[in-house]
């Protein structure tokens, strides 16, 4: 199973299969199952349709890596558009970036002015979320995310339990009284900078989520945020958070849209926070194929549709 996460995750990364997956109409209807359309009206159409379950949402639009101002600029436009939208709507609907999208490989300058005006958008009481990529961009993105918050409380960032550092990143970041979403990671890294087996990713990120749960209920931590569609390990959490005495409402859990659909309603049902993910664009190959990487279900769900082709 490790050999084909690792043979995906190259995959998500090759040029050739980027340009030419998208056309095969297997991969355009596996993808369909993990976003509602590639366009700004299928997202929020879907976050309408999350709302009636009481289900919060996130939106992201897909792409990453941009190497031209202009782009980078109309990237900036776009999710200011969706803001206008989703506050026309009334709609308890957030946004996630990605910073490479903003022109981060550009100029740190440039892509954090990009992010400032996204925030500057958003309501003060809603969180504007900074994905974390690659482990090259980690360092770039703390300091871009520390910058920000120092005015504005209402940024938060992703972290990574696969990656080694985290841990102290965490701490780094405690005293700033951040907002934070936890994931388990989805890029390719060596082993000496991520950890390679699945038990020791999953471990550290329950050792994480507990000093996440425990800041924030302390007040050190504006919010926290967990990111993941394993089953086991948010019952772990529910359990460990009843055991600390604390509300439902401070487990958030974020999931994917169409994955885990009745365990996300199942935690918004019983009193927690359920969140999904509605990810949308056109630039979705090698986000999607990095979910498969995260899940080996959805790897067969992909193959069920090539032999429905």
Same mark, same amino acid.
């Given at each position: 199973m490790a050999l084909m996460r690792s043979m995906l995750l190259a995959a998500s990364q090759n040029v050739w299969l980027r340009e030419h997956a998208v056309n095969y109409p297997f991969v355009r209807r596996s #993808?369909?199952? &993990?976003?509602? *359309?590639?366009t700004l009206e299928a997202a929020l159409a879907a976050a309408q349709a999350l709302r009636l379950k009481n289900l919060g949402s996130v939106f992201t639009h897909l792409g990453e890596n941009v190497s031209d101002r202009d782009e980078a600029r109309k990237v900036t436009e776009h999710y200011l558009e969706v803001l206008d939208r989703i506050h026309q709507l009334n709609l308890s609907t957030e946004v996630s970036v990605k910073l490479t999208q903003l022109g981060l490989d550009l100029s740190p300058e440039f892509c954090f002015d990009n992010l400032i005006q996204i925030i500057r958008r958003e309501s003060p009481s809603a969180t504007v979320w900074v994905d974390m990529e690659a482990s090259n961009y980690v360092d770039a993105t703390l300091n871009i995310y520390k910058n920000a918050l120092k005015n504005h409380p209402n940024v938060g960032l992703c972290l990574q339990s696969y990656l080694r550092r985290t841990q102290k990143d965490l701490a780094d970041l405690?005293?700033?009284r951040p907002a934070i979403r936890l994931v388990k990671g989805a890029y390719k890294e060596?082993?000496?900078? +991520? &950890?390679p087996k699945k038990a020791d990713v999953n471990e550290?990120?329950?050792v994480l989520a507990q000093e996440l749960l425990r800041a924030q209920s302390a007040g050190e931590c504006s919010r926290a +945020?967990? *990111?993941?569609?394993? #089953? +086991?390990?948010?019952r772990r959490l529910a359990d460990f958070a *009843? @055991? @600390?005495g604390y509300a439902k409402a401070i487990l958030e859990v974020q999931m994917l849209y169409g994955i885990q659909r009745v365990e996300q309603e199942r935690l918004a049902r019983e009193g927690y926070r359920s969140i999904v993910l509605v990810a949308y664009g056109s630039y979705w190959y090698p986000w999607f194929v990095r979910?498969?990487?995260e899940r080996p279900a959805n790897l067969w769900f992909m193959l069920r549709n090539v032999f429905a082709s």
């Open positions: #993808v369909s199952r &993990f976003m509602p *359309g590639e405690l005293p700033l060596p082993p000496e900078i +991520a &950890f550290n990120y329950f +945020a967990f *990111g993941t569609h394993d #089953v +086991a390990l948010i *009843g @055991q @600390q979910r498969l990487a």
